[in-house]
């Protein structure tokens, strides 16, 4: 899980502490969709975007529809790859394919994260996931 999201403007900030209460008391992913809908109505940063973005993601991933959290994620990487969410978006690819067997489509989206984030903070747990033979030296 991505909670919680670390949001700095104050314009949606109320919005965004409603969605992380709701995530950590259970709310239905429906709840949960509405209060994001009212956050990006609220004209958030692009950081705050970028965060709104994961948190879509992870609510289509939790509610098992994987090809469109997949989607989502990679959505998330391509617009927001200088902030932290786009890395941790491009993360959640690379893990999510190799999780599923798509061999093909995850050393792509590996071999995407270590190139856009050579020294990442995910960089180990991505290495981990390719051929002894293929990781990158520590």
Do not use: M
């Not at 941790?88 to 792509?108: I, K, P």
């Not at 020294?119 to 747990?125: L, P, S, Y």
Request: proline share 6%.
């Amino acid at each position: 899980k991505i909670w919680p999201l670390r949001l700095q403007q104050n314009a949606s900030q109320e919005t965004i502490s409603r969605i992380e209460i709701s995530s950590e008391h259970g709310e239905s992913f429906f709840h949960i969709t509405t209060f994001i809908s009212e956050a990006l109505a609220a004209e958030p940063t692009r950081t705050q975007r970028a965060a709104i973005g994961l948190l879509q993601a992870e609510c289509l991933l939790g509610e098992q529809r994987f090809d469109v959290a997949i989607k989502a994620y990679q959505r998330v990487a391509e617009q927001f790859p200088e902030d932290p969410s786009g890395e941790t978006a491009a993360f959640a690819v690379a893990q999510f394919l190799t999780e599923r067997g798509n061999s093909e489509e995850s050393r792509a989206a590996i071999d995407a994260y270590l190139k856009r984030y050579p020294n990442g903070r995910f960089v180990r747990e991505v290495s981990e996931k390719l051929p002894k033979g293929l990781r990158p030296a520590p």
